[in-house]
């Protein structure tokens, strides 16, 4: 058995290999792209429930993070601020915030009722008002089950606000 290197065979002078550059340059620009885009679909997917006592108390209840809060809409508060938006003010354990919707909720939406509203809270002047996107009246049978220890707690507060004067 011979262990003795071999001798480099040089290649053709003049001529170089190509590389494919232009190749390259699109492959990267696709990962990078696609990268940015899985990013932006990972942190815009995640939905935030808090309660309207949890903003800026709760990780991940933060102010201008898109979330979704729950609480009762106070009796007397509902008033439509023109150019279709609607104001209101929701309450949970003693906490209020003020709301603004940029269109006019549908369906069962009144006082007294719970709702989850979509947005994000924004510091206005010092006073938080949450921006909300989406009205949602009835929650659906996942929040329900993930969250009935919230549930009860906005009927039971949805009960005393329809009892007020």
Same mark, same amino acid.
């Given at each position: 058995?011979?262990l003795? !290197?071999?001798?480099?065979?040089?290649?053709a002078p &003049?001529?170089?290999?190509?590389?494919?550059?232009?190749?390259?340059?699109?492959?990267?620009?696709?990962? =990078?792209? &696609?990268?940015v885009?899985?990013?932006?679909?990972? /942190?815009?997917a995640?939905?935030?429930?808090?309660?309207?006592?949890?903003?800026?108390?709760?990780?991940g209840?933060?102010?201008?993070r898109t979330?979704?809060?729950?609480g009762?809409?106070e009796?007397?508060?509902?008033?439509?601020?023109g150019?279709?938006?609607t104001?209101?003010?929701?309450?949970?354990?003693? *906490?209020?915030?003020p @709301?603004?919707?940029?269109?006019q909720p549908?369906?069962?939406f009144?006082? +007294? =009722? !719970?709702?989850v509203?979509?947005?994000?809270?924004?510091?206005?002047?010092?006073?938080? @008002?949450?921006?909300? /996107?989406?009205v949602i009246?009835?929650?659906?049978?996942?929040y329900? *089950?993930e969250?009935?220890?919230?549930?009860?707690?906005?009927?039971?507060?949805a009960?005393? +606000?329809?009892?007020?004067?």
């Amino acid at each position: 058995m011979d262990l003795s !290197p071999r001798e480099v065979v040089p290649t053709a002078p &003049g001529r170089k290999r190509k590389r494919p550059w232009l190749a390259m340059g699109v492959l990267a620009a696709v990962l =990078i792209g &696609g990268g940015v885009l899985v990013f932006q679909f990972l /942190t815009n997917a995640i939905d935030y429930y808090c309660n309207v006592d949890e903003i800026g108390v709760k990780d991940g209840c933060d102010v201008g993070r898109t979330i979704r809060i729950q609480g009762v809409v106070e009796k007397g508060s509902v008033s439509e601020a023109g150019s279709g938006r609607t104001e209101f003010v929701i309450g949970y354990h003693g *906490a209020t915030m003020p @709301v603004v919707v940029g269109s006019q909720p549908t369906g069962l939406f009144q006082e +007294c =009722i !719970p709702v989850v509203v979509a947005g994000k809270v924004v510091e206005d002047g010092g006073t938080r @008002v949450f921006e909300g /996107t989406e009205v949602i009246v009835k929650h659906d049978n996942n929040y329900d *089950a993930e969250n009935a220890d919230r549930v009860d707690q906005a009927n039971q507060e949805a009960a005393a +606000c329809s009892q007020k004067d």
